[in-house]
């Protein structure tokens, strides 16, 4: 059984950091995506980056671009998101998701195509 458990997160004024980390147990195959979501009440969750363990390729949403960073540890089975620059319109719940295996179709960061979720975090930015 895959279990994703998030931590980090917080209340950050614009501008600053906050790192967000997800440790996973039970993933059965080599080769994984592991991503980030956000979602804010009201809204669909949105995909904001992703990382195939295979080879360590990124992808990231663009309104994140050059500010947010996905990594994996040398395990694979820890993944963080370090995130600079940090805008109000960052503020949301903040979801680590897993795709195991990883499908063809992981850079487009559909919520559908990940199957275990963690329960998430809460990152708040004031301005």
């Known amino acids: 059984q895959v279990k994703l458990v998030e931590s980090g997160g917080g209340s950050v004024q614009a501008g600053g950091s906050l790192r967000v980390s997800c440790a996973a147990s039970g993933l059965r195959y080599e080769h994984n995506c592991m991503a980030w979501f956000r979602q804010t009440p009201g809204k669909e969750r949105e995909g904001v980056a992703v990382?195939?363990?295979?080879?360590?390729?990124?992808y990231y949403v663009d309104s994140v671009k050059g500010r947010f960073t996905i990594s994996l540890d040398n395990t694979g089975n820890t993944v963080a998101l370090q995130m600079n620059s940090l805008k109000p319109e960052d503020t949301a719940m903040y979801y680590c998701a897993a795709d195991s295996p990883c499908g063809l179709q992981w850079r487009q960061l559909r919520p559908s195509t990940f199957g275990h979720w963690g329960q998430g975090t809460q990152v708040t930015v004031s301005s």
């Open positions: 990382i195939f363990s295979g080879n360590n390729s990124t």
